[in-house]
């Protein structure tokens, strides 16, 4: 049995652009946490050094990364930080593209008290969890052995890492509620067994497809710790810091973020309201710029309008017929060539 360590603490489907279900089977880690333990720095801050082992056979994404840095980091007391990366990222030839997080509003306001999660982990081979401190609810788990595999598929272990490829697998309860991991046309809760491709895209709003925003951020809501068949009514959220192309497959029991290059840069929103994880969510992101008053008013836009004289007509048809109208948009028609 392996020795779980807790502190407590206080291929590239997507640039193709279009969605397809791919079942993955989760069978191995491939990768160890080298001195079979994780280095306390503080109390809000941990770090590790992860190898990968090269008695296997790697993954056929190209040559696998041997040595990576695990950071974990306590933010507040709702928010869990987990980042895992290059170890000689530093190195220029083997450099990796990060979204900077002078985007986020990250430093936090101050220290976590009591932190409402517990991260988790198995040395070798190296697997990691994320629980809620007071439910014990799993939000988060590497460990392929707690679920069924999907059937069927290519066998690859739950982290993969490469310079143009990376992966990352946790297990889900069947029948999960999860919700967001815009943008595309689809039901409020996203339907299992489906990939979802994140790839901005102009493409009109055909159903199912990437669009022409990414969002790799979703809500779910949560398993009950006593009675994995049902739902226990609270809601987390989780966002993948990673601005390349990406798939994020969610299966029955298996969900699996790809990517085409960048970092595994998590970060976890414990709620436990879908109104909670919006506000820790924004708080880190930022929150929407209130717009101008016109822009808040009646506004028409169309493809194909030919000379001004077009659009004149149209703002003018509105006063003739009593319509309110505040802004008239016309698209890539205006542009020399539609470029």
Known sequence: MQQRSVWPAAVVLAVLGVAAVVMVEVVRADYHLLG?????????????????????????YGRDTEFLAIHVYYDTDSRLHVKIHDLNASDAAAAEWQVPYSLLNIAPDAPPIIPEYVFDYTASPFTFSVRRTFTNELLWDTDSSTAAPIPGGDTQPWLVYSPQYLSITTTLSADSAIYGLGEHITSLRLPLDRTYTLWNRDQGNPRDVNLYGSHPMYLRLDTSSTDPAKMSGHVHGMLMW???????????????????????????FMGLTPEDVSQQYTRLVGKPYMPPLWALGFHQCRWGYQVIGDTANVVNQYVANGIPLDTVWNDIGMSHSDK
């Not at 798939?247 to 998590?266: H, P």
């Open 242 to 268: 990673n601005s390349n192309a990406m798939d994020v497959t969610l299966g029955q029991n298996n969900m699996t973020w790809r990517m085409t290059g960048g970092v595994l840069d998590m970060f976890w």
């Open 36 to 60: 079979g333990e994780m280095s306390v720095q503080s109390s809000t801050y941990m770090n590790g050094t992860l190898q990968f082992d090269t008695t296997k056979p790697g993954s056929p």
